[in-house]
């Protein structure tokens, strides 16, 4: 069972002691006291499902109260935070397991264990608002005790990345911005745009700075809806963990830990992984199947990159390569999903020339809303990323 830090409560209040900012990152996503939507009930519908429990929900944590923006059961959707649990659990950045609340000295004569709803099991996972404070969870809970292992405890948080991403892609658009904005760096112009095709997507895509190095993914899982959408999130997730790696072995040590479960759902993931040295323009990058990326000189065509192996997940041992190119001034890197070589009608000379287009737009995501909407088909999700390194400019000193 994880235990809270102790230093993290105000044991009068029960609050953090960033609760300001904390309040502020709930209130800029504009989820509390919204209704119900299909994106979050899926997700707790399922939990529900595949734990067995009699409620699962989304709980957003406000000043004094508890809100539930999603809830599989019959909970209450609003009741007063002082006793809820879902309120010890953003305290922490882990996953907090209560498997027989009876037996628990927090939590044995909390009236929620007490009375009405009578918890004695709980699990929740704490979500994110803007600027990475804990704003709620994904919590399930039961009447009965019940033993929770490491593996549960992996799928629970799966399906939180999950809810996560439902949370970022809906501040984004309450922002007014599906764009996702990257990490400074000097020198370098890093846009994407994401348009999903439904509620839940199986494509991702995801940037950070590691020890001064900006690591990128673009991927794509098989399919749409929850499955594909919760392996997006296991990848985005191992891909993270194994920062230390170059892109091949953070492919082999992700596509390892996924064969299990992409052979239990018939699905794959194809996934473009780089790293770039900002200070020398190298990538190095890998491709696992994916086969879309295009490099752009300045002022030359896009030259397609290839493959180095099949998608994750497919075969037990299977290996990558790691390659590299050398970015200059003016050169970009542009990453497209399929989706976007659907709405081009699957024609890899005019999926170029549309890249190209696409690499000096202002507006990534105004030129894949156009191109959806003059298409004559595509139903995919679509997503591009582009690297671009800045031209020189010279001064007139420099004349």
């Known amino acids: 069972m994880n235990e809270p830090s102790p ?7 029960g609050s953090a002691h960033n609760e300001t900012e904390r309040l502020k990152s709930l209130a800029e996503t504009a989820l509390l006291d919204t209704p119900p939507e299909e994106g979050f009930d899926r997700i707790t519908r399922l939990a529900q ?26 909970l209450d959707v609003n009741s007063p935070r002082k006793a809820s649990f879902c309120t010890h659990t953003i305290m922490t950045p882990d996953t907090l397991v209560v498997e027989d609340a009876g037996e628990d000295d927090r939590f044995s004569s909390n009236p929620y264990v007490l009375g009405i709803p009578n918890i004695r099991f709980y699990a929740g996972q704490p979500l994110q608002g803007p600027g990475g404070h804990n704003i709620g969870t994904l919590c399930i809970s039961d009447q009965q005790p019940r033993t929770f292992n490491g593996e549960q405890e992996k799928v629970l948080r799966d399906l939180a990345a999950v809810v996560q991403r439902e949370i970022n892609v809906r501040t984004d658009l309450q922002n007014g911005a599906r764009i996702q904005h990257a990490p400074s760096l000097p020198g370098y112009r890093v846009t994407a745009a994401f348009r999903p095709a439904g509620e839940l997507s199986g494509d991702f895509y995801d940037w950070d700075l590691v020890q001064g190095r900006f690591r990128f993914t673009l991927a794509d899982v ?13 990848v985005r997730a191992g891909l993270r963990a194994n920062a230390n790696l170059d892109p091949a072995g953070a492919f082999a040590a992700v596509s390892t830990e996924l064969t299990c479960n992409l052979e239990r ?4 993931v194809t996934a473009f992984h780089g790293d770039l040295d900002p200070d020398t323009g190298t990538v190095s990058y890998s491709d696992a ?21 099949g998608p994750l997940g497919i075969f037990p041992g299977m290996q990558w390569h790691t390659e590299s190119l050398t970015l200059g001034p003016g050169d970009a890197l542009m990453i497209p999903s399929d989706g976007v070589l659907e709405l081009v009608n699957d024609d890899l000379e005019e999926l170029a020339h549309v890249l190209a287009q ?41 004349l």
């Open 7 to 13: 230093n993290l409560f105000n044991e009068s209040a």
């Open 49 to 74: 499902k595949l734990f067995g429990v009699s409620s699962a929900s989304v709980s957003l944590i406000a000043e004094d109260r508890q809100f539930l923006k999603s809830v599989a059961g019959t």
């Open 222 to 234: 098989m399919g749409k809806g929850t499955g594909p959408a919760i392996l997006a999130a296991t």
């Open 265 to 268: 759902t018939d699905s794959f």
């Open 289 to 309: 199947g994916h086969g879309l990326a295009h490099y752009l000189p300045a002022g030359g065509r896009p030259i397609r990159l290839p493959t180095s192996s």
């Open 358 to 398: 696409l690499s000096s737009a202002d507006d990534p995501r105004d030129f894949i809303d156009r191109l959806s909407s003059e298409a004559v088909t595509g139903a995919d999700d679509t997503t591009v990323l582009i690297l671009r390194r800045n031209e020189l400019t010279v001064g007139l000193d420099g």
